[in-house]
């Protein structure tokens, strides 16, 4: 058994060159290859492996003839070995923009939905007044969002918690939900019929999210639940653009919250098909991690984002997010 004591002290004495090794032996899987990608010799790498489960008291990786392989252990110190890394990686940023004039910088990542209406606005707003700060946007599904958010990569996400890994970690502020409507271009042949059937959208090519996301999951029970397999004549993306390319120049049809793609609907490119879909994901909101302490820079994006969202989804319950904290 570990002793508590011994394997808190142990991890006290950790340095930047252990933490560089064991990611370049979760990406290598190889000591003689982390070693090379962490510019030491093999006999080096290998001592400084046995260094920290000696600190730790625990195996961190298994050795076979093919290399190595993390163990439980291993995987624990390896995500936040990950997230300290990119932190100190993030501060040296940070330093440097500081440095340069720029009075900070903030990484969001966002799910489609807010990531065209919320996140945009939000950042206007704040440009308005913090022209220095710099702001990164990041466009993907929640479930790779908030994995960067754990690893460090991102200050704030605006999308939803799917898995019970990391929650604890995690804190959240429900914004809205999201209603997927079926979006085609204008001239498409359904466009003109006045009702549709489920059964009438089987006859078109789709484009869906990968067979991983919770939305694909959702799209294919919604035909199986009305007796129909689910379409087969796919292409499969998760970018916004070549969506709206791919709707603009087929036939091909998407579910999308109708707000995702407003500009193309007000001006009659692309119509919503007169169908309740049936598909509504859970709510989205802003996530952040528990014990993160925002910079200055992303403390501002986070204000401007609650601030914005009082304005687009006047149906959040009040005490839904914190008030916006007076300028200093």
């Keep these: 058994m570990v002793h508590p004591t011994t394997g808190w002290f142990g991890a006290t004495r950790l340095k930047t060159r252990h933490l560089l090794l064991m990611v370049h032996l979760y ?53 936040r070995a990950r997230a300290a890394l990119s932190e100190i990686g993030r501060a ?6 500081l440095a340069s004039g720029l009075m900070g910088q903030a990484a969001v990542g966002t799910v489609v939905n807010p990531g065209t209406t919320l996140v945009p606005q939000a950042i206007a707003e704040l440009k308005r007044d913090f022209p220095d700060i710099l702001v990164k946007v990041e466009m993907d599904y929640s479930r790779p969002l908030v994995a960067r ?12 918690i799917m898995d019970p890994e990391g929650a ?8 809205a939900d999201e209603p997927h409507a079926v979006i085609v271009r204008s001239g ?99 996530i952040r991690r528990r014990d993160q302490l925002l910079s200055p820079g992303a403390e501002r994006v986070l204000q401007a984002l609650r601030a914005t969202a009082r304005k687009i989804y006047p149906a959040l319950a009040p005490s839904a997010i914190p008030p916006l904290e007076p300028r200093r």
């Design 27 to 79: 990406e290598q899987r190889s000591i003689l290859r982390a070693a090379e990608a962490a510019n030491m010799t093999q006999p080096a790498a290998s001592k400084l492996l046995a260094e920290m489960e000696h600190l730790l008291g625990v195996p961190l990786f298994e050795r076979h003839a093919r290399g190595v392989e993390p163990t439980w252990y291993g995987q624990v110190l390896i995500r």
């Design 92 to 97: 040296h940023d940070e330093i440097a923009a």
């Design 149 to 160: 958010l754990l690893d460090g990569q991102l200050d704030i996400v605006i999308g939803r």
């Design 168 to 175: 604890a970690e995690l804190e959240f502020e429900p914004l």
């Design 188 to 286: 498409h042949p359904l466009a003109q019929r006045a009702t549709l059937a489920h059964a009438d959208l089987t006859d078109y090519g789709w484009i869906m999210p990968p067979e991983a996301s919770v939305l694909r999951a959702r799209l294919d029970a919604v035909f199986l639940e009305h007796g129909l397999p689910p379409p087969r004549n796919l292409v499969e993306t998760t970018s916004l653009p070549v969506i709206i390319h791919l709707l603009r120049h087929s036939d091909l049809m998407t579910a999308l919250p109708s707000v995702a793609v407003g500009p193309y609907l007000q001006t009659g490119q692309m119509v919503q098909l007169p169908i309740e879909l049936g598909v509504r994901m859970d709510h989205f909101g802003i």
